[in-house]
């Protein structure tokens, strides 16, 4: 399930959720719509996603966020991953070398500093 979460700032395209338990194929495609309806009226996106206890994704919905992410790489200007396992640490640093956009990783007790470094400037 996921949980959109109110940003309570002034970027127009800061997009942030909270995930957890097992996000289905049509959770991921109603984040989808809403990436992508913000990438339309902004151009570049700043995502924050706080990670609860996930369980591994319907494999329909991981392929539509390979397809998402491949066909979107270049419309992110920052992504914040709020965690506290190793793997997802692990997982924002590939990604951040894949991608041309900021990515970083934030433990949970670090949640405030990710709430101000995606909403900064530098």
């Given at each position: 399930m996921y949980i959109?979460?109110?940003t309570n700032s002034e970027l127009r395209n800061l997009l942030a959720y909270k995930i957890?338990?097992?996000?289905?194929?049509?959770?991921?495609?109603?984040?989808?719509?809403e990436l992508e309806k913000a990438?339309?009226?902004h151009?570049?996106?700043?995502?924050?996603?706080e990670i609860g206890h996930l369980r591994f994704p319907?494999?329909?919905?991981?392929?539509?966020?390979?397809?998402f992410s491949m066909h979107h790489?270049?419309?992110?200007?920052?992504?914040?991953?709020?965690?506290?396992?190793?793997?997802?640490q692990w997982w924002v640093n590939i990604v951040g070398k894949m991608v041309?956009?900021?990515?970083?990783?934030?433990?949970l007790?670090?949640?405030e500093q990710a709430w101000y470094w995606i909403q900064g400037d530098g």
């Open positions: 959109k979460l109110e957890a338990g097992k996000i289905t194929t049509s959770e991921y495609d109603e984040i989808r719509k990438i339309e009226e151009g570049k996106i700043r995502v924050l996603i319907e494999v329909g919905a991981i392929w539509d966020d390979l397809k790489i270049r419309d992110f200007e920052r992504f914040a991953v709020v965690g506290d396992k190793g793997w997802e041309p956009a900021d990515a970083k990783y934030f433990d007790s670090e949640q």
